[in-house]
Structures are given as structure tokens and as C-alpha cells.
């Protein structure tokens, strides 16, 4: 601990993303969680009575809940007590680029934002430290019926108010563990999507999340529903600098896809590593539907994230691929979860780890096939490369089948980079390190071939910097 009391972490270098901006001026609520910092949040978000209820409620289940012991990374060094659960720039929302503060403004510029919104997608949010300060969507796109704002600003209208209180909170309810809980006390920010019936988006939407702020917590909220015969691409990106105190991310991603529906949900998480991403992300599936989840993981100093579909309607699909990379002082705890109702669903995991100076990887599936999910077809398969001799990578699945007419498969590997395949290509004019980053490019393909073309460079950007050491 510092003078403060805040909890210290490791030192690393992560010097291409550990810009900081200063907090002068901004409006910071003070450390810990009391009904009076809960309701404060709620006030100057003028929410309705439903939503501050909601809020005290989960205060009281977030105080109520113990920490689980013995299961996964250790936590202990997050300290609430020090950690403010607000933090806001005291700009307003825009949605024209020019109105963005300087400062903050250099920040998504740097991170490649509006750049990428020019060329290659419908609509963006971006979100600085507990606000949305930019939100804009193609008016074509706004044209089909699309709705893409924030759930701040879809409370203030009655009829998306009505849609938002309607799905809020029902597929990640606040007693499913204890920092679900603390998400739906001091929730700020995030998106609100509502795709119309039989509407296709020809180019993705994307929120950008940047916690700026020192010994603080980003605690965004993505509600998405696609409507029968919609198709919708959402990316996520994720960033912060270094610090020396404990940071926390516990978001929330609630995902309905209804009868005939597709949505496809990318994220590529570049937290610093004094980051604990405690974050849960959940989807239902109807009937004829797809889910397809494409995730990076590549910071935070701990992590715990298991994606969770639920194939609820005949003939539904999931499609889930992953990839995590762990460093010095990262131990990451990631993997799924899928839920088979359905009649003849199909699922198909496929995930890459990869560890190396001293970093845990731990990858956790957990497939459940119910009583009446005649005929479903599930393989998992996960895959770990580690670089040296001082690294972990844990493979921990669970199947629970209970249907006979199930066919359900899984497969894991754990190896290490061949010494004969580094000198074939040292032998053709490589370098040692650049041997190594081919080979671990190579297997990180599959993931980077699902991904749109900036996020795999910035992908295979984050691997090359990893390799070289700049981040960690």
C-alpha cells in the first residue's frame, strides 16, 4: 500500500498506449461505496425510480456477498475502500468530433478513433473513464430504425425507457456473483442497441472504453437486442494506461438474439496490467439464430471472463473464438460458458493462450447440454503455447450432458515453440525474435482472421509488442 492506501502493482512497460491525460478540473466521487455515492450517481443521471431501487438493492447484495475463496486469481489486492466508482471529465456528450475536448479528443485520435468510423463503420461511442463524451451513427443506418445511444439517454425517452427496463439486469441478475452486484449499484455508461426486425448492418458498431483515471473503476453497460431476421457485427475495445494502484473494470454485456437473428461480438481488451477485469458478458439465442463471439485479451493484471450464450431455440448456434496472452504479473482466468435448450444447436469453441515471462493462463469451458437438447453437436477446442520455462497454462473444462442423443467433443493441447522451427527460419534470414513472433503469429491466426482488418493489425500489433517486450 501507498501513502493513500491504495493497492500498488508491479511495474511494467507498456509505453505505445501509457499516455495519460490530466484529471484537472474533472469531477471524481469519493473512494468506496456508500448508498450516498450510489444515489449521487443516480441523481445526476436523473434516473427513474425503478433504476435507483435497482442501484441500492445491489449495494446491499454487493455488501452482503463474500468474496469466493480458493477458486480463481487472487483479488485480494483490490481494495474498494479505495477505488472511486465515478469519474467524469464534466464534458457533455457529443456528436460531432469537433465539439470533443482537446485532450480527450488526442486520446481516441491516437487510439485510432474517428479514423476508424470514417472508413469502416455505422456508428461509434466512446466512453472516457464513467461517461460517454461521443456518440454518432450514420444517418442511413438511423434511416433502417437502428438505434444506437447510450441507456443514460434511452431512459429519458418513455418508449426506449420501456425496452431498457424490460431486458436490464434479467439475463445478468445482480446476486450472480458479488461484483455483478457492485456493477448494477454504480453502473455509468456503455451502449444501448435495438436493431428492427429482418435489418441488416453492412458495416459493424463499435464502443472504445478508456479508463483514464487513476485508482478508479470503469462500470460501462451494453444492452443489445436484435429482433427476429436482424444481423448486426458490434465491436468492443478496451484501454488504459499504467499506474501504480489497482484499477477495476466490471462491466456488464446482457445480448438478446431473437428467432432468426445473427450477431457477432468482438472485443479486443488492451487493459494495462494493474487492471482486475472482473467483467460477465451473457447472450440468448432463439430459435434459427447465431452467436458469434471473437475475443483478444491481452492486458489487465487479473482477469476473470467467461462469456456465456444460451442456446435456447431449435436449431440455434454458437460460435465462440478466443485468444489470450499473459505476461509477467498477468494471471488471466478466461475461457465460456454455453447452455444448450434447444433442439439440434451446434457449438463450436475454439481458443489460443499464450504465456510467457512468468504469466498463468487458465482457460475454463463449461458446456451444459439440457435434458431436451435432442441431437445437439458440441466441440471445444483449446490450445496453449508457452515461450518459456517459467510460465503456466491450466486447462479446466466441464461438460455436464444430459442427453443421450448428444455428440460432444473436446480437445487440448499445450506445447511449446520448436527449436527446429526457429533455426528453419533464422537459416532463411530471421532474427531469433522475429522466428519467435512468426511462430505465435501463425497460431493467433485464427482469431485474427475473424476480425476486421484494423483490429487484426492492432491485434498482431499487440502480439509483436509482447514479443519484444514493450508491454510487459
Known sequence: ??????????????????????????????????????????????????MLDMRLEALEVFHERKMADNWGPDVS??????????????TKQARDWDDVPKDIKDTFERLGIPEAERESLAGVGAQYDSEIVYHNMREEVAKQGVVYTTIEDALQDPKWEAVVHEYFGRLIPMRDHKFAALHYAVWSGGSFVYVPEGVTLDYPLQSYFRLNASGAGQFEHTLIVVEPGADLHFIEGCS?????????????????????????YSTIENWSKNMYNLNTKRATIGSDARMEWVSGSFGSHVSYLYPTTILQGDRSSCEFTGITFAGATQDLDTGCKVIINGADCTTSVDTKSISKDGGINTFRSSLVIGRHADRANASVSCSSLMLDDISRSDTIPAMDVRNRTAQVGHEATIGRISDDTVLYLMSRGCSESEARTMVVNGFANPVSKELPLEYAVEMNNLIKLEMEGAIG
Not at 509505453?15 to 456508500?34: A, I, P
Open 1 to 50: 500500500m501507498d501513502e493513500r492506501g491504495r493497492s500498488k502493482v508491479s511495474d511494467v512497460d507498456r509505453s505505445l498506449y501509457d499516455f495519460v491525460k490530466s484529471e484537472e478540473g474533472y469531477e471524481r466521487y469519493d473512494d468506496g461505496l456508500t448508498p450516498e455515492i450510489v444515489r449521487a450517481i443516480s441523481a445526476k443521471k436523473g434516473e427513474p425510480a425503478w
Open 77 to 90: 489486492g483490490l481494495d474498494m475502500d479505495h477505488i472511486s466508482t465515478y469519474v467524469s471529465p464534466q
Open 240 to 264: 488504459a494506461p499504467k499506474y501504480y494502484e489497482a484499477n477495476l473494470h466490471a462491466g456488464a454485456v446482457e445480448l438478446y438474439v431473437k428467432d432468426g437473428a445473427r450477431l457477432r
